[in-house]
């Protein structure tokens, strides 16, 4: 199993960009398929973007696609969510999990694995 420690969150202005990193210990990191997550407070936990496991599959919610792109490099054990356009919408605590099937999911309820999250907050 892996554990999971996101970086990269922070305070910008609408409009602006921010990458996110998920850096994955444990040998097995290839073999899970790879997602972001974010809560906002007093919302549910809503799906943000999904990587395949080797990277050559991307997926994203209707809400980011065009401004956000997911990655990965198995060589370091990393997977990041670069943020562009941002909008004080996209305000929320990011979370990076992993997915140990081989199909893709939105629902978090897949992912037996989360990191402790990172804030990212847009102001206006």
């Known amino acids: 199993q892996v554990q999971l420690v996101e970086s990269g969150g922070g305070l910008v202005q609408a409009g602006g960009s921010l990458r996110l990193s998920c850096a994955a210990s444990g040998r097995t990191f290839s073999s899970y398929r790879m997602g972001w997550f974010r809560q906002a407070p007093g919302k549910e936990r809503e799906f943000v973007a999904a990587?395949?496991?080797?990277?050559?599959?991307?997926f994203y919610a209707d809400s980011v696609k065009g401004r956000f792109t997911i990655s990965r490099d198995n060589a370091k054990n990393t997977v990041d969510l670069q943020m562009n356009s941002l909008k004080p919408e996209d305000t929320s605590v990011y979370y990076c999990?992993?997915?140990?099937?081989?199909?893709?999911?939105?629902?978090?309820?897949?992912?037996?694995?989360w990191g402790q999250g990172t804030q990212v907050t847009v102001s206006s």
């Open positions: 999990a992993a997915d140990p099937t081989v199909v893709h999911h939105t629902n978090p309820a897949a992912y037996d694995t």
């Open positions: 990587i395949s496991r080797g990277g050559a599959r991307t």
